[in-house]
Structures are given as C-alpha cells and as structure tokens.
C-alpha cells in the first residue's frame, strides 16, 4: 500500500481565556477551531480538528504559496478616552 501523506503545516493561535482554559484556531481554515483546559491539551484537540477538518474537505490542498505565511502577533497599547 503506497502512503500518499504528506507533511503540511498550519499557523495555529491560542489564547488564554479569562475563566481558564485556551481557545485556538487556524487562520487558513475557516472554521476550523477548539479549546483545551491546558496550553498541550488545546494542542492536541487542535490537530485533530485539523485532520477532521481536512479529512471532510477531501478536494482542499495547500499549496506551496498559500502555506507561506508569516504572521505576528503584537500587542498594542493605547490611552483610550
């Protein structure tokens, strides 16, 4: 049986919710989310929403380009009135 997997990865954010636990999500799959009590659990919880994200979407393919994305996330601050 010839395997036909391929390594692909994707930008995962989390954030530290004010009552406990993480969300996360996957910017370059819409809709594509879940949450853990701890920073490994979120972890984990998410790459199996991505495999169940991909395995639904039998037709979706990153492509070399689409998977080239440099994102940040920066705080930013301000006096607001």
Not at 5 to 18: M, W
Not at 27 to 49: F, Y
């Amino acid at each position: 049986m010839k395997n036909n997997n391929s390594l692909v990865e994707y930008q995962a954010v989390f954030q530290e919710e004010k009552d406990g636990g993480f969300s996360v999500w996957v910017p370059d799959l819409p809709g594509c989310a879940s949450q853990g009590e701890t920073l490994e659990e979120a972890l984990e919880n998410i790459k199996e929403a991505i495999e169940l994200y991909l395995e639904d979407r039998p037709s979706f393919e990153a492509t070399d380009d689409y998977n080239y994305k440099r994102q940040f996330v920066v705080p930013v601050r301000l006096a607001h009135a």
